[in-house]
Every structure is written in structure tokens, then in C-alpha cells.
């Protein structure tokens, strides 16, 4: 329990600081805040519309310091402002509406590479040496080094415009109405397809390569010794004894991998325009819709501080010494 | 220098320095190299690969070797620098908290932990948002101040595993200055995790550019493999057939990523001796077919 409450107060200060962040980058900046983010349209409204728009951003003749409360304030309530480009919609509206979409974009992509890679980075230890170590090592290493941006258009342009296998592009049939239909639910697996391969092309090796490099380490151990001599059987051995034991890091690998997953989601859904929270941020990008961008970044943190809980919760129920308290976490 | 020779014993290494030193070279020279100016229109509107344009023209009608050789010069050296400057942040920070522990390292490792947990590609848009059409340069330092984190965490557990040994205990009791423990006897032995450190800061940093550039936040004008990307995107090389804009820039971001990584494949393999199976294992194998055939025998 105390370990809890002490995580929990640690990712409360982290996006306190990411909020901070937000409030006074553009306070710090050269210019007028305001005039940064409406540019020409200032010049052609009235001073008591500025006025207006300078209360609602919070830009203020108040001291920096109540300003900062009130941000913050805001931001618990989770009011993250109003649009620029969609003027008066908040950016949480926006934000919620696409949000799904990444969620699920990341969700079943990472699953995948965490299952995929796990048993992969498996069997590169166990047959270490062999030809299929030595070829897929080194190559999942590569890929890991390539831009999303290199494998998105790449997918895009092999296997959508050149092969025609796959739509280029959004969620879903824009003909079909959204509902819980098949005909719906086939439309976004089929254009979901392609995002969620390259997502997992991705981020695979951040887990095979750990895992070989675990097991590894964990295969001179005695107690895998012990278990071969005991005459288990070799996949008893790879699974219950060693298996379970190399998964730990890479349970912690995994909500750090997120924030890099989050990086290469973004790309995804800009080269796919996939309606994720990604591409609104893209557009929000082109128009310079700071609020929005800011908004997107909370987003993004809170995503992340809620992995990194998930992956404390999971690594209590894989890890024995969290549990009693003798272990230092 | 078992290092080095290590080094150029193995394939992995010598593929990925062969590769790297194309690209660095080709960078250099880019100026003798290119037969163009890359920023000068010098053919028609995305000519295809032919003798006069051995990688095809961009819309602007831009000659793509030539862009490619230049941009190479300025995705490289934000690389480094970046890559550079995250190196020494990590360094100070992870072997000033492994060393000193107490107060220190509970500043450090908070801060670090803080900056792990904030995701990095969303906190690097929001400040080149605010910056405007970001210069190369700026690039490389928003890069190098944000992503310190993982490389520190990494140095700090290795630099507590190392202060544990006898060898830092004798220096302390010798009463050896604590600069002088940390620079003549802790950094040699952190050298292959601070160099593979070094060249993973690297990719990551090319790769970040890379993506900040694609997304429209660098400065449109310089020429970059991230900024090539941005032009061949915006001017839909992609839907017209203009397949080359395309793939120029993204072989070259790859390549250059693959070069790298092979190498530093190869240190960590040095570096840790566990890794280092292959070729052990090779002669385990075969040791074990000789015994096998002298007790048929």
C-alpha cells in the first residue's frame, strides 16, 4: 500500500511539472502570447474582443503566480481551454473524440509486439548462435533504428497504393455510419490493418532484445541448471523457469516503451490520417492551434502515468518481493 | 586496444563502420560530390532517375543526389551534437547520483524520473510549436536537453554496481580526491555503456529530427533528410508516382540508422562477454562434434 501511495504521489508531481510546462512556455517566449496564437486574425478585432480572449486563455494582468494556480486549477478540472482553429469547442471535446482511436491503435499494437517479441527474443536465447539468431538479432535491431516515418510510407506505398491491399488512409468507410454493426466493425479492422503492422514493426524489437539479453543472464543461473538436471523438459524449463523470471524487466520496459509507442502512434496516424488524437494534433500543428497542442501533451502524459501504474499493478502480482515489502522498489 | 581489435573482428561492426564512413565521407565531400545546388531549380518537375539526374528531380525541380549529399551534412552533425550533448547531461547527472548518493542522487533521480514519464515526441512539438519553424541548430539542443533521461538511469545502476567494488574502496581510503576516483577510476570503466549510450542518442536523435522536420515544425528551408521528407510529402510525390522524392531520404535516414546499429550491436556485444555468444558457441558446437566422433571412434 505505501508503495502505491508513494507512486501515485510521484506521478502527481510528474504532471504538475508537465502542466507547468504548459503554462509558462508561452509566457516565456517572446511576444504576446495572444498575438502568437491568433496572429493576423488580432489585427482585425476589437479591443474589448482581445480583452475577452485574454480572460479566457488566462493571459491576465493578474500576478504570475494566481495565474498559475488558476491553470492549474483548470487543468484538475479538466478544462484544457478552448480550440483556436474550432473556436469555441474545448479541447477536451476534441481530444476525447479521437482518443479511442489511439487507444486502440496503441493498445493492440503493443500487445501484439509484446507477445510477438517476448516469445521471439525467446527462442533467439534459446537457439543462441544458430542462423536464426544471428540473422533476426541483428535485423530486428536495424528495424528498431529505422523512423516511423520510413516504415509508415513505406507500408503506405507497397501495400496500399502499390498493392491496393489495404485503404491509404482513415478510420473507417467514410459511406458507412458508425454503429455496432459487421459491416462497420469490418471497415475499421480492414483500415486498422496496415497502422497497427507498422506500430508493431516498431516498437518489436524494444522487446526481443531485452528478452534475449534476459534470458541469457538467466540461463546460467543454477536454478535452470538444477531444472535440467532434474530432467524437466526443455520448453518447461524455457517457460515456467525462465520465461517468467526475464518477463519482469520487460514489464517495466513496456509502459517506458510507451512513450516511444506514443511517438511512433503520432507518426502512424499523420501518414494514415487515422482520426487518433495523433492527427488532431497534426492539424492542430498546421494551424497552430496551441491550445490544442497543449492539451495533447497532458494527454499524452496522463496516457503514460496511467501505463506506468498499470505496469506497478502488474509487476506486484509478478513479483513476489514487491508484494511482502522485502524487495526496494 | 583489445577494444578495436575486438572491433574490426567482428562482421556486424565492420558492415555498420563500412556504411558510417560512406555516409560521413559522402557528407564532407558533399560540395565536390553534388553536381548541383540543392536548393537550385536545374530540371523539369519530378524527372525520373536518368543519366543527367541520377536520383530524379523533386517538384521544385531539384536535383535529388544533390539534395541527399547535402542533407546529409546537417542530419548528421544534429545527430552528433544532439547525441553529444545528451551524453555529457547523462553522464554528469547519472555518475553524480551513483557516486554521491543521499540528497544528490534523491534530486537527480527524481528529475530523471519526472522526464521519463513525460512523453518525449509530444514535449519536443509543444517547444518547437512555440519556437516557430525551427533552425537545425535549435533542433539539436531541444533534442539533447530532453532526452538525457535513460541514458542517466542507465549510468547511475551501473556507477552504484561499480562504487561496491574494492578498487573505489582501496582509492577512497587512500584519500583519493572524489574527482579524481570519478574520472581515473569510475569512466574507464563505464566507457563501452557510455559509448553505445553515445551512438543510441545518435539514432535516436537523427530519427526525432527526422520526424519533427516530416511534421512540418523545421525550417522548411534548410535541407535535411527530415526537411526532403516534408517537401516529397507536401507536394504528394508519394500520389503522383514520384516514388524517388520519397525513397531517397527514407533509404538514406535508414541506412545511416542501420549502420549504427549494427555497431553499436557489436560494443554491447564486446562490452558484455555474456552477450558475446556467437562465436563461442560456434566452437562449443564443434568441440562437441569432435568428442562425439573420438568416443565413436
Known amino acids: 500500500m505505501r508503495f502505491f501511495l508513494r507512486r501515485l504521489s510521484f506521478y502527481l508531481v510528474a504532471l504538475i511539472v508537465a502542466a507547468s510546462i504548459n503554462f509558462f512556455l508561452p509566457r516565456i517566449m517572446p511576444g504576446d502570447p495572444l498575438q502568437i496564437m491568433f496572429g493576423q486574425q488580432m489585427a482585425r478585432m476589437t479591443p474589448e474582443t482581445v480583452d475577452a480572449l485574454r480572460a479566457t486563455y488566462g493571459f491576465t494582468d493578474e500576478p504570475l503566480i494566481q495565474q498559475y494556480f488558476q491553470y492549474l486549477g483548470s487543468v484538475a478540472r479538466w478544462d484544457l481551454g478552448l480550440s483556436v482553429r474550432e473556436f469555441p469547442k474545448p479541447v477536451s471535446e476534441i481530444l476525447r473524440e479521437g482518443l479511442i482511436w489511439t487507444v486502440v491503435l496503441v493498445g493492440s499494437s503493443t500487445l501484439i509486439a509484446f507477445t510477438l517479441g517476448s516469445f521471439l527474443g525467446l527462442l533467439a536465447s534459446w537457439f543462441r548462435g544458430s542462423w536464426y539468431d544471428s540473422i533476426a538479432t541483428p535485423l530486428s535491431l536495424v528495424m528498431q533504428s529505422i523512423p516511423s516515418v520510413v516504415i509508415c510510407l513505406t507500408a503506405l506505398f507497397i501495400f496500399a497504393l502499390g498493392l491496393g491491399w489495404f485503404p491509404t488512409g482513415y478510420g473507417y468507410d467514410p459511406q458507412l455510419d458508425p454503429g455496432w454493426n459487421l459491416e462497420f466493425i469490418s471497415s475499421v479492422a480492414h483500415h486498422a490493418v496496415l497502422p497497427v503492422l507498422t506500430l508493431v514493426v516498431f516498437q ?13 543472464n538467466l540461463l546460467g543461473e543454477d536454478y535452470i541448471t538444477m531444472g535440467r538436471a532434474k530432467g524437466l523438459s526443455s520448453s518447461r524449463v524455457l517457460f515456467q523457469y525462465g520465461a517468467r523470471n526475464a518477463l519482469l524487466p520487460s514489464v517495466t520496459t513496456l509502459a517506458m516503451a510507451l512513450g516511444f509507442v506514443v511517438g511512433g502512434s503520432f507518426i502512424t496516424e499523420v501518414v494514415f490520417n487515422y482520426p487518433g488524437i495523433g492527427y488532431i494534433m497534426f492539424q492542430a500543428i498546421l494551424s497552430r492551434d496551441y491550445p490544442l497542442i497543449q492539451g495533447h501533451m497532458l494527454i499524452f502524459t496522463m496516457v503514460m502515468l496511467i501505463a506506468n501504474l498499470i505496469a506497478d499493478l502488474l509487476y506486484v502480482i509478478l513479483d513476489p518481493r514487491v508484494r511482502t515489502g522485502s524487495g526496494d522498489a | 586496444m ?6 574490426l573482428k567482428n562482421r556486424q561492426a565492420l558492415i555498420g563502420l563500412a556504411i558510417l564512413s ?16 540543392p536548393k537550385r531549380r536545374v530540371g523539369g518537375i519530378h524527372q525520373p532517375p536518368s543519366a543527367e539526374h541520377i536520383l530524379g528531380t523533386t517538384r521544385l525541380g531539384r536535383d535529388i543526389y544533390s539534395q541527399v549529399l547535402h542533407a546529409g551534412r546537417i542530419s548528421i552533425a544534429v545527430g552528433l551534437a544532439a547525441g553529444l550533448i545528451t551524453t555529457i547531461i547523462a553522464v554528469v547527472t547519472g555518475l553524480s547520483a551513483g557516486y554521491f548518493g543521499g540528497r544528490i542522487d534523491d534530486v537527480i533521480t527524481f528529475c530523471t524520473n519526472v522526464i521519463l514519464v513525460i512523453p518525449q515526441l509530444p514535449l519536443l512539438i509543444v517547444l518547437a510549436a512555440f519556437i516557430g519553424q525551427v533552425s537545425p541548430f535549435l533542433i539539436a539542443m531541444i533534442i539533447g536537453f530532453t532526452s538525457w533521461a535513460w541514458g542517466s538511469r542507465v549510468i547511475r545502476s551501473q556507477t552504484m554496481a561499480l562504487r561496491q567494488k574494492e578498487f573505489i574502496h582501496s582509492a577512497e581510503l587512500m584519500g583519493e580526491a572524489s574527482w579524481r576516483i570519478i574520472t581515473v577510476e569510475l569512466l574507464p570503466n563505464l566507457i563501452s555503456i557510455i559509448g553505445s549510450g553515445f551512438i543510441g542518442a545518435v539514432i535516436y536523435s537523427i530519427m526525432t529530427q527526422a520526424t519533427l ?20 510529402q507536401t507536394s504528394s510525390a508519394m ?6 522524392d520519397i525513397l531517397v531520404p527514407c533509404v538514406a535516414i535508414s541506412l545511416f540508422g542501420a549502420g549504427l546499429a549494427l555497431l553499436n550491436f557489436a560494443v554491447d556485444e564486446i562490452a558484455n562477454p555474456k552477450l558475446r555468444a556467437n562465436s563461442a558457441m560456434r566452437r562449443w558446437k564443434k568441440m562437441q562434434k569432435q568428442i562425439a566422433r573420438e568416443s565413436q571412434a
Open chain 2, 239 to 244: 500520389w503522383v508516382g514520384a516514388w524517388w
Open chain 2, 2 to 7: 583489445l577494444f578495436f581489435k575486438l572491433l
Open chain 1, 204 to 216: 518489436m524489437a524494444a522487446f526481443m532484445i531485452p528478452m534475449r539479453a534476459n534470458m541469457i
Open chain 2, 213 to 232: 522536420e516530416f511534421i512540418g515544425l523545421g525550417d522548411p528551408s534548410s535541407v535535411s533528410w527530415g526537411t526532403m521528407l516534408y517537401h516529397a
Open chain 2, 22 to 37: 560512406i555516409f560521413i565521407l559522402s557528407a564532407l565531400f558533399a560540395p565536390l560530390l553534388a553536381p548541383h545546388d
